[in-house]
């Protein structure tokens, strides 16, 4: 059984094509190229279909990192937008102001009209308006009103009437302190080099106020405005803020009696009592700012640009979104200072 053995597997050796001097046969070739062909087509296709899915995958994240970078920049621009609300004219997409607040009216009591929604689409070439405020980097500033006028004449007494000149909101000297040196005034005290020429800050008064129909009465339909006056730094003084200035219409207007507050004087002049006690008035550095969608030349694709006024003119601040179609600012409801953004991409 052996030699058999040995016959055989001799026999096999022989024939054996691995070891046969002949080689492969033409047949065996055809079969062999064919199945590495099959699998390297095989092959070749799973690459192929890998690398697509790595880069839906790749593209997938990058848009989901944008829109978490978006988001969180989103949040930090519109939390500090409560300025804008019943200030900021900025006409909404059904042509309502999209800032109208009504914080002291019952929702049951607005009608539908009032408290519908508000959403403003922004495309190439159309702006999203703010007033931030910077009380996260400076103090604000609670301002008797009396502190801006000196003695234009004698001492008032109870005999004689007295009289008081505007001089200015900063311009009480001898503050103690440092900033700005020994005799620095009351702003610059407080605000120190954000005191500049240029610089804007919003003086309010928070008591609502409604204008009086010719009955005497209100529309509680109309939505309430703080006394409020918008001005830019000049000297010692705050001098108005203008629509051709800022591209947007702002309410420097007395909330009854619609009168234009010309300078800071007829502001705190005009200020109504708090609670029938002296009004005071709040003092806070803030910022222009505006959204706008542009086209980025070199890219052919739009981007979501954040600016901020500046010295006359609206610059780059940040490049929050590249390659998107549009962004819509909502409101759910006007009693609520809330504001969110849609984007589509």
Not at 58 to 69: H, I, M, P, V
Not at 139 to 160: I, R
Not at 196 to 204: R, T
Not at 277 to 306: H, M
């Amino acid at each position: 059984m052996e030699k058999v053995h040995l016959f055989h597997h001799c026999k096999i050796a022989k024939h054996n094509p691995l070891l046969n001097k002949r080689g492969m046969t033409v047949t065996e070739l055809m079969v062999v190229v064919g199945l590495i062909g099959v699998v390297a087509l095989g092959n070749a296709k799973f690459i192929a279909d890998f690398t697509t899915a790595l880069k839906k995958q790749t593209a997938r994240s990058e848009g989901e990192a944008d829109l978490s970078t978006l988001n969180i920049a989103t949040v930090n621009i519109l939390k500090k937008s409560a300025a804008s609300f019943n200030k900021l004219s900025l006409t909404d997409d059904t042509g309502k102001n999209f800032y109208d607040y009504y914080p002291d009216v019952p929702f049951s009591t607005l009608s539908k009209a009032n408290i519908a929604e508000r959403k403003l689409t922004l495309t190439a070439g159309k702006y999203f308006y703010l007033l931030q405020t910077e009380e996260d980097q400076f103090d604000s500033l609670v301002f008797d009103p009396m502190f801006a006028y000196k003695n234009a004449g004698n001492s008032p007494d109870l005999m004689n009437n007295g009289s008081i000149q505007y001089v200015g909101l900063n311009s009480v000297a001898n503050v103690t302190g440092t900033a700005g040196g020994p005799n620095a005034g009351t702003m610059t005290k407080v605000f120190s080099n954000r005191w500049a020429d240029g610089k804007l800050f919003l003086l309010s008064c928070p008591t609502y106020l409604r204008p009086l129909n010719s009955a005497g009465g209100i529309n509680i339909l109309t939505a309430p405005r703080f006394a409020s006056y918008l001005g830019r730094v000049a000297g010692d003084d705050l001098i108005p803020m203008t629509t051709a200035l800022a591209s947007v219409n702002f309410q420097n207007t007395h909330p009854v009696t619609n009168a234009s507050y010309n300078n800071a004087d007829i502001f705190l002049r005009t200020l109504p009592p708090v609670g029938g006690a002296a009004p005071f008035v709040k003092v806070e550095p803030v910022n222009l700012s505006r959204l706008t969608i542009r086209l980025n030349a070199q890219t052919s694709k739009n981007e979501l640009v954040f600016q901020i006024y500046q010295q006359g003119q609206y610059v780059d601040k940040n490049v929050l979104l590249s390659d998107l179609k549009s962004a819509t600012f909502v409101r759910k409801s006007v009693t609520l200072p809330l504001i969110s953004m849609e984007v589509i991409r």
